[in-house]
């Protein structure tokens, strides 16, 4: 009796493996979209790298080669932070460097 559990077990742990979500987290749509946004409201440039490497991460996982998938998905989610990093990086730095600046002008005369 007890074997016969541990079989129903063991084949509905494999058929709960088979039918497990893949062990990409992100939705290639929103991860697609996060990189359009990151070129008009972040770094243009590095919004673009992240829009190219999320287009092929969708592709890639279209085609079922997961692991590829992954690895460029990890990419354009490292290049969509840097770029939104970048940009506020440049808003809170810009007004204190003018700041500075300014301050540098006034002591000096």
């Not at 007890?2 to 509905?12: C, F, L, P, Q, Y």
């Not at 287009?55 to 969509?80: C, L, N, Y």
Request: hydrophobic share 50%; charged share 20%; with cysteine.
């Amino acid at each position: 009796m007890e074997d016969e559990e541990k079989a129903v077990e063991i084949t509905g742990s494999n058929m709960g493996a088979a039918h497990s979500p893949s062990p990409i987290r992100c939705c290639w749509l929103r991860l697609r979209y996060l990189a359009a946004t990151s070129i008009i409201c972040g770094c243009s440039c590095l919004g673009i790298m992240a829009l190219v490497f999320a287009i092929k991460a969708e592709e890639r996982h279209k085609a079922g080669r997961s692991q590829e998938a992954v690895h460029w998905g990890a990419r354009a989610r490292r290049f969509i932070l840097a770029s939104f990093a970048v940009f506020l990086a440049v808003l809170l730095l810009g007004p204190l460097l003018l700041w500075l600046l300014s301050y540098t002008i006034a002591q000096a005369e």
